[in-house]
């Protein structure tokens, strides 16, 4: 049972935080600290609650009935989605607390305050229903007052459902991407005085808004919510304080007002700002504002926020921003990864942002809802851009005949203004948008209603043919992925919310071939043309043409797109690993910061032609290609052109010449039958290395003298074994096949493994392809064997497979009467469906001269080789 003693745990953070709801994460990169808006001085106290105990609620829809006293409940923390518990997304869940209050807190009002929970909240304490709030993907604040017992243990239980029918309506669910039911994001305790700032809507309680802005001076407007529970009329003063960018006092105000019984009111004042520092792009000038609260000249309540001036607004088709013309390069992201799902940490946002920052966007659009405080905080001191939306997505495409999200509905107008109040400090968002990909006339309303909330910003909305009546229309626009040519995307879309392409590092194509199939095959050649051709657009040929370029995504992430598991559009993948095109990205986001990167390492066994080619991403004016220590010429900046095409026009077929792309670097050099070392080299002094093998136009491989595994064979003529000559990756293929037949890959690789080669071969849970595998090591070395359990964790929600578990169990004792031993270890890498499965660990030592036997089975698993 989980305990937290208010009285024990005053926190009073003054230091560098990095959101206006996260905990105590720091950013080096602000000028000055965040300090998270829920801390103030003494008379605000907040607790984290991390640790909670929890249960499934299995009584389904409607009014359940507390849990019994018999619950058995399993402790937890926080970030937590029901997944991790083993339980459907669609389930429902109860967390509980104990929090002590002392008898001197009587006067004092506590706050549950939750930053999200999917979907739909139920807040009691000591049995009592306190309220309940709809809606995934924002804040919830709830009075736990009135059923407070004071000077003993009070019991908080929140129930969460993600039930199919309680959590309809509420702009929480989409057929593009997976909510994950329960407590995904961070909660806290807060105490304040009687007469508090009230938490509106699930905001801070203080909007801050600049106006009349000039290089001279602005005026800063704060709104503050004050509630008075008591019984009687109370006057009270609000005093606030400004300190610039670098920390220093720049103004101070006060208000005045007359709060009546039982009673919230909005108090208003404002002051000027002498000569204002903009905040900008790159250039994150945040002011701080400290709002203290006093009644009787005794401070009850103390809020501290930060804001920034700017101004935004539309003129012929472009974006003025501070009074300048803005370009905005950026990528579309979610809150997922692919360990946690939706239970992400701060530390886990942070590392994305990193990732944005690295890559040099100046936008993002976080998508497709409401995403954590803490997220646009980091654009806050980062100087990037962001588009926040309301989580109305997708039921475009929804089956027949479509139930949710029909016509605008109050919980979905509360919500979207919900995104709005909650959000209104935050000078990174410049765009609000009522929606993605759905009906027209819904999209219409919520519009209004941002426009009610706020007249600052722009609206707009991501759209696949719908018109709503916002500020502007951005097109989420596929050409060359699910319909038309890739070089189509040069007509039209000035507003680009999203583009972009598919790709697995396991599926290949030869250079300069147009081939894919959408969720099933996916090679990364064809993307990386297809992202090619847009940057180039979109960073030289035709900038002012496009005023907004988003890519679609930044990461992957799980829906039932590709084979069922995920959208592998990002541009890394979703557990983190950095395509090839993200240095592409790089290359043009950032032409100051040097960047040289070779494609295709996962190809790391070719089969087409062995002129196929080379290629590279480098931002410098002049790359060498060497191959095998033997140089295959100098390539300019410029000099490369994509291949001509052939589209369809009216049916027939219509060449496409291919058009000039910059930062890229290609070289028809030919890879001689086996192990290659390729190398490039920039004119800045850059190198980078990479191994790649080449099929043998016939015959055998030729195996060099000093290889560490000799005498290598399979049983199989149809399954050829290829001894790998190089590290084996984290994250990346082990099979050979590059046809979408063999899709297994690592994930984190165990210690013992780092730095070992590898046997390649065809997918080994094929039937067709079982075979004994048998080798000379020539010194010595370990030999290891990671295979399928049959298992999963329990989060991919799937049953153990008794045929595997069966195969599996035979190859152990296979492997046992080969010489090998159970390490012990175990862990998780990808089946060919993409999902995670379980794989055991087994290991043999070898003296040189050691012949090597492994029995086969149908069953996944790959032989590696460390030299010790």
Request: charged content about 25%.
């Given at each position: 049972?989980?305990f937290?003693?208010?009285f ?25 600290g ?12 907040k ?16 009014s ?29 869940g ?12 009587r ?24 309220g ?5 993907f ?27 029918d ?14 994950n ?70 103004n ?5 007002a ?22 900008d ?28 001036f ?51 966007v ?16 980091i ?22 005949p ?45 519009v ?17 043919g719908?018109?709503?009546d ?12 699910y ?32 081939k ?10 064809y ?36 084979k ?32 040289l990167?070779?494609?295709g ?21 002049e ?91 399979s ?14 990756e ?39 392809n ?5 080798f ?20 991919n ?18 492997l ?32 040189a ?5 492994v ?7 790959v ?6």
């Open positions: 049972m989980k937290t003693s208010v024990l745990s005053i926190i009073v953070i003054m230091i560098t935080l990095a959101s206006c709801s996260s905990g105590t994460s720091t950013l080096s990169t602000a000028p000055n965040f300090i998270h808006p829920f801390t103030g001085g003494e008379p605000r106290e607790v984290a609650l991390v640790e909670w105990d929890f249960c499934q609620d299995k009584t389904g829809k409607g359940p009935s507390l849990p019994p006293a018999d619950t058995q409940w399993t402790e937890l923390t926080i970030p937590h989605v029901f997944r991790q518990s083993g339980l459907d997304d669609y389930s429902a109860w967390y509980r607390q104990i929090i002590k209050a002392r008898k001197s807190d006067e004092k009002r506590f706050y549950l305050f939750l930053e999200g929970a999917a979907s739909v909240k139920d807040v009691y304490v000591n049995g009592q229903h306190i309940q709030h709809k809606g995934a924002t804040a919830a604040a709830f009075d736990l007052t009135p059923a407070m017992k004071f000077g003993q243990d009070n019991e908080v239980i929140l129930r969460v459902s993600h039930l199919r309680e959590a309809a309506n509420c702009l929480s669910k989409s057929n593009l991407y997976y909510t039911g329960g407590l995904y994001r961070r909660a806290w305790l807060i105490k304040t005085g009687a007469v508090h700032i009230y938490p509106d809507m699930g905001s801070t309680g203080v909007y801050l808004t600049g106006k009349d802005i000039t290089a001279e001076k602005a005026a800063l407007e704060a709104k503050t919510y004050v509630r008075n529970p008591l019984d009687k009329d109370v006057e009270v003063s609000i005093r606030y304080i400004v300190k610039d960018v670098y920390g220093k006092e720049c101070r105000f006060n208000a005045d007359k709060i009546p019984a039982g009673s919230i009111q909005p108090v208003t004042a404002s002051a000027i700002v002498k000569n204002p520092k903009m905040w792009v790159a250039k994150p000038n945040l002011y701080t504002v400290s709002t203290e609260l006093l009644v009787n000249g005794v401070r009850t309540d103390a809020i501290i926020e930060r804001t920034g700017r101004t935004i607004e539309m003129k012929d088709k472009s974006f003025i921003f501070n009074g300048k013309d803005l370009i905005v390069r950026g990528v579309c992201k979610h809150h997922q990864n692919e360990h946690q799902w939706n239970a992400m940490t701060d530390e886990q946002l942070h590392e994305e942002w990193d990732w944005m920052s690295d890559l040099g100046n936008m993002a659009r976080l998508a497709h809802y409401p995403h954590t405080r803490l997220e646009y905080s654009a806050d001191e980062r100087g990037i851009v962001v588009w926040a939306e309301n989580g109305l997505a997708g039921q475009r495409w929804d089956r027949k479509v139930t949710e999200e029909i016509e605008p509905t109050p919980d979905g107008e509360r919500i979207t203004r919900e995104m709005v109040r909650q959000n209104w400090n935050h000078p990174s968002i410049i765009f609000w948008s009522s929606g993605n990909e759905t009906f027209q006339e819904v999209a219409s309303r919520y209004e209603v941002i426009r009610e909330e706020d007249n600052t910003r722009l609206i707009t909305y991501a759209s696949a719908e018109k709503p916002a500020d502007f229309v951005a097109g989420n626009t596929y050409q060359g992925w319909y038309a040519h890739y070089m189509d995307f040069q007509q039209g879309n000035e507003f680009c919310s999203e583009t972009g392409s598919g790709c697995w590092p396991s599926h290949h194509i030869p250079y300069g071939t147009i894919w199939r959408v969720d099933h095959f996916e090679p990364e050649e993307t990386e043309m297809f992202a090619e051709f847009r940057l180039q657009t979109v960073f030289r040929n035709n900038i002012k043409g496009h005023p907004m370029f988003l890519w679609w995504n930044m990461r992957e992430f799980y829906n039932k797109k590709f069922g598991n995920r959208n592998t559009k990002g541009i890394v993948t979703l557990n983190g690993m950095p395509k090839d095109y993200y240095y592409l990205f790089q290359s043009f986001l950032r032409p100051d910061y040097p960047v990167h070779l494609c390492r996962h190809h790391f066994y070719r089969r087409f032609e062995p002129d196929n080619g080379i290629k590279a991403y480098s931002n410098a004016a790359v060498e290609l060497f191959v095998n220590g033997v140089s295959q010429g100098k390539k300019k900046n410029g000099d490369y052109v994509q291949p001509d095409s052939v589209k369809k026009v009216d049916n027939k077929d219509v060449t496409v010449t291919g058009v000039k792309i910059d930062n890229v670097f290609f070289w028809k050099a030919t890879l001689k039958p086996g192990r290659n070392l390729v190398e490039v080299r920039d004119n800045r002094g850059l190198s980078k290395p990479m191994i790649i093998y080449q099929k043998a136009s016939e015959g055998k491989l030729p195996v060099p003298k000093d290889s560490l595994v000799v005498n290598l064979t049983s199989n003529d149809n399954n050829p074994a290829i001894f790998i000559d190089r590290p084996v984290a994250q990346g293929p082990f099979y050979s096949e590059v046809d979408g037949s063999s899709d297994n890959t690592f994930d984190v690789l165990p210690e013992p493994v780092k730095g070992s080669c590898w046997i390649t071969t065809k997918r080994l849970s094929e039937s067709q079982k075979t004994d595998l048998s000379k090591v020539t010194k010595l070395a370990m030999v290891y064997v990671m295979h399928s359990t049959g298992t999963s964790p329990a989060i929600l799937q049953k153990p497979k008794k045929s595997i578990i069966d195969v599996a169990k035979a190859f152990d004792e296979g046992t009467k080969a010489g090998f031993e159970d390490t012990g270890i175990k862990g998780i890498w990808r089946g060919h469906d993409c999902w995670f499965a379980d794989y055991a660990l087994w290991s043999q030592k070898a003296k001269g050691d012949v090597i036997n029995p086969g089975q149908t069953l996944d698993y032989i590696l080789i460390k030299p010790l």
